[in-house]
Structure formats: C-alpha cells, structure tokens
C-alpha cells in the first residue's frame, strides 16, 4: 500500500480502459507481440505530458488544427474546460515496436479524467486484442492539486529496488522522479506542439517531422539487447552504457568562453555533459589527443589555430546537446562553430538531416551501424523487419520521394549518405527537366548504393514503384493519424 500523502491515483477497471494481454497472432507482416518467449521482456514506463504529445488548454469552439484533437473535461471548480492535443509524430509505431521488447506502463502526472480521455487516442485499441499499453496506468485523483515525486516503487507496489532490474523510463523530466529511479530514465526532449499563449501550433512545429521517438526506439532496442542477452545485469546497467558510448573515443576541449569555472572545470554544464555521454574532457589542448574543439560564442585563439586542421573537429556547442539529447554522435559537418543558435532539428523539407541519429562520417564512423539496426548485411526476415518499422515511423503524409529519401538514411552507412543525398538531388533534377534518361541512370546507380534487395524492399513497403514521384510544390503538414 502507497503512503496515504502519495497522491498517486491507480486507476480502477471502471476509470480507465482494462488492460488486456496482447494475442500472439499473424497481422499478415509480423505478430502483434513477436518478442519470441525465451526473450524476456523490459518494463517500460511512459510519461504523457511532452514525451507522447502535447495538450493545452483552448477555449473556444473553433476546429482544431489538421492533426490536432479537441476535447473537454469537467472542471473541479465547475464548468467545463476545453483542450487541444497534438500526439507526437511517430507514436502509434513506436509504441507498436515497443510493445515488442517490453510491457508498457503509464505513469502521468494528469489527473484521472484526463488520463482517461487521453488513453483512448494514445492505445485506441485498449481493450482489444491490439491493445498495447497492458501494464499499470498511474495518475492523480481528480482535484488533487499537490505535486509529489515519481517513484518506479509506486509501479512496483513497494518492491525493492533489487527488483527493479527491468524497468526503464520514457520521460522529458529526470528531475521528476525521485533519486532511485533516476538511472532508469531515458530522457528524451519534450515535445512542444503548440504555443501556450495562443493554442496554436509553434511555427518551428509545424515545419518539421519531430523524430524523437525513433532517436528514442532505437535506444530502447538497444539497452534491450544488451540486458536480454545478460551482457548488462539490469537494464539500468545497459541504459548507462549506451548513454556511455554516444561519445565514446571523443576527445574534446570547451573554447569561447564555455568554461564558466576554469578552476574547476567539471563544475562546467557542458563539461559534465560530455563526461555523461562518454566523451574525455580536457582542460588543456592537447594536439597529440584532442579530436574535437567545442566552439563558444567568444573569440577563442584555439578555435583560430586548428580551424583549417582536418585532423580535428571545430564545431559549436550545439553539436554536443544534439547528440546527447538523440543519444548518437551526430555529424561534425552540420555543426559548424559559427552555429550558436538553436540545435538543428529534422524538418519536412530535409528528412533527418545529419545522420538521422547515427554516428559521424568522420573520425572512425566508417564502422558505425544504421540506427534502425547493425549494419552487418540482414537476411530477407531481418531486412523486412526493418524496413517495415522504418515504414511505420514516417509520416505518410509526406511524399513518396521524401518517404524514400528517410528510409534510405536508414538503409545505408553513415558514409554513403553524403553519396545518397547528391543522387537524390540528381534525380530532382531530372524530374524537374523530365529527364526519363537521367532518372534511370539515377536509380542505376542508386541501386549500387543501397543493394538491389533493400531498395526493392524500401520501394515496395513505402508503395513507391518504377522512380519516385515529384515532390509537391506544397508542404503537407504531418497528420498523426497517418503515422
């Protein structure tokens, strides 16, 4: 029994849709649970609020956006409130994939009513032999209003934390759980949809796919490897050293005034970031073992001295919280030093621009597998597998060419996409001149890139026969339902 100032609410079968155990049956591509029954499983808890989609309060009786729901819940002070939601990009999919590897838990901070009417577009099977989140759905009651930390021991019914070797977390706030449970977080960055202020979507929002939950999928598949093969003794174990090995074999130093404490350095932000996701920082230069200089805004004199050196990586600090916030090292190339904005993100209009979450061409990436899976040559089940979950996790609202265009990043080496990028601009080209002669020289060589069976099979599942289609001249904002 929870401690009764926990305000913790376990929703009852009469609150919120039943969990029911997932059939082991045939859709035709995959089972709907293919774990095979010797693997076990992970628990994974998920949070809501800005790790699964964004709500916000929006009076008013106006349509919501494209790709947007609008519901109301009762106020505890009277009244009716009315909501906006937006699911993140890519969620039916994952959870789809997830619910493969681990069993899927809720753990929101959101209040009953709200959980309830959320729960059914988040798991619309629930109920059903499609149901997907069948573990625990933990909540707030109704009207109560005092904050409190999480606790995987809230999930766990009190069970020791020895007991707790197969749990991870999914949430975009480590700080809200409590210090045990902590080092079972995967933190990902929090989806924000809309704008508070004005209920609508943010324009950085509505230009681009959010591709978090595939950066966060293929952790997840990692760390489950690793622990169901007994390789890590628990998953926390496997989740820090896959957090380990984002920036293992970096060495680095903070120039342009990064450092805020030069006498102690490890009390630097971006010191101890790096150190977190495996890189060696260095208070010093050290010509003969430092391979990257993380660039600050300041005027930096070893910035000016290794700038033109193709031995070392210059780039801004942007490189680093992006590699860190999707959990790979992300291309050197795409983060120069003078880029002290904003960290790039995926847009529609440049699917997965920089590696889509795997590791850099330079400095040893040559061995550096695909994200979705190793990049040692698949068989035919392997390479369906995987093409199926790229499929899943692109929007299909976009263009058959852009569709191709995502899943080849995730067909190919790190290297070879550079080779891939000017062969697709090649085959814009020539549709735009309606080239046909240029076109299948285009696909020719492509098919050299990628390997004619992957191709065909990236072809066949994104519905794509003969070349890929002209791109539209308009952008089609990404719809959920689609995903």
């Known amino acids: 029994m929870l401690p009764q100032h926990v305000p913790v609410h376990a929703a009852p079968a009469d609150d919120l849709p039943t969990p029911a155990p997932l059939r082991r049956e045939s859709t035709g591509h995959h089972s709907v649970d293919s774990a095979p029954d010797d693997v076990p499983k992970m628990e994974l808890v998920l949070d809501l609020d800005h790790t699964l989609l964004n709500a916000v309060e929006a009076p008013g009786v106006g349509l919501p956006p494209p790709g947007c729901t609008a519901f109301t819940l009762q106020s505890p002070g009277g009244g009716e409130v009315r909501y906006l939601l937006r699911l993140r990009d890519g969620l039916a999919s994952f959870l789809e994939q997830a619910a493969r ?6 753990y929101t901070m959101g209040t009953a009513s709200y959980c309830r009417e959320v729960m059914t577009l988040v798991d619309p099977k629930a109920g059903t032999d499609g149901q997907l989140v069948t573990g625990k759905l933990l909540c707030r009651d109704d009207g109560q209003a005092a904050a409190f930390d999480k606790s995987l021991e809230h999930v766990c019914k009190g069970a020791y934390s020895k007991q707790w070797s197969s749990f991870i977390v999914l949430d975009d706030k480590e700080e809200a759980w409590d210090g045990p449970s ?17 209920a609508g979507p943010t324009a950085a929002a509505a230009a681009r796919v959010d591709t978090t939950l595939l950066d966060m999928l293929r952790v997840l598949r990692a760390v489950h490897l690793e622990w169901s093969r007994g390789a890590e003794p628990s998953v926390a174990h496997a989740l820090d050293s896959a957090r380990l090995r984002v920036l293992e074999g970096v060495h680095l130093v903070l120039s342009g005034g990064l450092l805020s404490d030069a006498q102690q350095p490890q009390r630097c932000m971006y010191w101890r970031l790096a150190e977190a996701y495996g890189a060696k920082c260095h208070y ?8 990257h200089i993380v660039a600050g805004p300041q005027p930096s004199k070893t910035v000016s001295a290794w700038r033109n050196d193709p031995s070392k990586h210059v780039v801004s600090v942007s490189w680093l919280l992006e590699s860190a916030a999707r959990w790979a090292r992300q291309d050197e190339r795409d983060f120069g030093e003078r880029d002290f904005g904003q960290a790039k993100r995926a847009r529609a209009d440049a699917p997965l621009e920089g590696g889509g979450g795997a590791g850099s061409s330079g400095g040893g990436a040559s061995d550096v597998p695909t994200p979705m899976f190793g990049g040692a040559a698949l068989d035919e089940e392997g390479l369906r597998r995987a093409v199926d979950a790229i499929k899943g996790l692109i929007p299909a609202s976009l263009s058959a060419t852009e569709r191709l265009k995502i899943a080849i990043r995730f067909l190919v080496r790190s290297e070879q996409r550079p080779a891939a990028a000017e062969l697709f601009a090649r085959f814009d080209a020539a549709m735009s001149t309606g080239d046909d002669v240029g076109k299948k020289r285009v696909l020719d060589d492509l098919t050299l890139l990628v390997g004619k069976e992957p191709l065909k099979a990236a072809l ?8 890929p289609p002209p791109r539209p001249a308009e952008p089609v904002t990404a719809s959920y339902r689609d995903l």
């Open 101 to 106: 590897i681990a069993k899927l838990h809720v």
């Open 284 to 291: 010093l230069m050290d010509a003969k073992v430092v391979t």
């Open 182 to 198: 902590r080092k079972h977080v995967l933190k990902c960055t929090p989806f924000q949809y809309f704008d508070p202020e004005t």
């Open 460 to 467: 066949e599942a994104l519905g794509v026969s003969g070349a």
